[in-house]
T-cell receptor, first 115, second 114 residues
Framework: ETGVTQSPTHLIKTRGQQVTLRCSSQ?????VSWYQQALGQGPQFIFQ???????GRGNFPPRFSGLQFPNYSSELNVNALELDDSALYLC??????????????FGEGSRLTVL | GNSVTQMEGPVTLSEEAFLTINCTYT??????LFWYVQYPGEGLQLLLK?????DKGSNKGFEATYRKETTSFHLEKGSVQVSDSAVYFC?????????????FGRGTQLTVWP
């Protein structure tokens, strides 16, 4: 069984640039969630995709956007990067059929540094 | 709204010591409660969960009991090992909210010395 994989693992961008982070969900999972984990903080929910559609969004501005593809992999795009966007971005997959079990399977994350 | 308040860290213990990490929550509905663990260099992993009041979740010697009357879900282990060194996150999932959305606490860094 293949776990959740994320790429890239580390990247550095400058303020104002755009970034795309990628996630392959665990085999058999059709739901992908993205979380932002700032240094010393718990993960904060960005949004979730279920069957290629956004299925809920946290308190993040529209410059955070995403996609889910037919194979359930996903992308997180952030435009007009700000210094405060520096964080670990976590992707988590789950099976949407288990309603709100909360058991998510996380990747190791993509660490973004904005200079 | 939904929120989780977690005991501030870091926590440093000697091997075989007793561990308690406090967690309290606020929820608008009937939450499920979780402890996730993040080992160095690894992704978050589910440690244990409880889905209703008075349930006890347990795994790898860790336990936590869902206490609705005190809105708490404290993590305990009777005898910690060096390999338990990690960051522990308390979290809740409110069944009234987005499918599977988790609200996390800030995390507690645990270091166990031999």
């Amino acid at each position: 069984e293949t776990g959740v994989t994320q790429s890239p693992t580390h990247l550095i961008k400058t303020r104002g640039q755009q970034v795309t982070l990628r996630c392959s969900s665990q085999s058999g999972h059709n739901t992908v969630s993205w979380y932002q984990q700032a240094l010393g903080q718990g993960p904060q929910f960005i949004f979730q995709y279920y069957r290629e559609e956004e299925n809920g969004r946290g308190n993040f501005p529209p410059r955070f956007s995403g996609l889910q593809f037919p194979n359930y992999s996903s992308e997180l795009n952030v435009n007009a990067l700000e210094l405060d966007d520096s964080a670990l971005y976590l992707c988590a997959s789950s099976w949407g059929g288990t309603v709100n079990t909360g058991e998510l399977f996380f990747g190791e994350g993509s660490r973004l540094t904005v200079l | 709204g939904n929120s989780v308040t977690q005991m501030e860290g870091p926590v440093t213990l000697s091997e075989e010591a007793f561990l308690t990490i406090n967690c309290t929550y606020t929820a608008t509905g009937y939450p499920s409660l979780f402890w996730y663990v993040q080992y160095p260099g690894e992704g978050l992993q589910l440690l244990l969960k409880a889905t209703k009041a008075d349930d006890k979740g347990s795994n790898k010697g860790f336990e936590a009991t869902y206490r609705k009357e005190t809105t708490s879900f404290h993590l305990e282990k009777g005898s910690v090992q060096v390999s338990d060194s990690a960051v522990y996150f308390c979290a809740l999932s409110d069944r009234g909210s987005t499918l599977g959305r988790l609200y996390f606490g800030r995390g507690t860094q645990l270091t166990v010395w031999p």
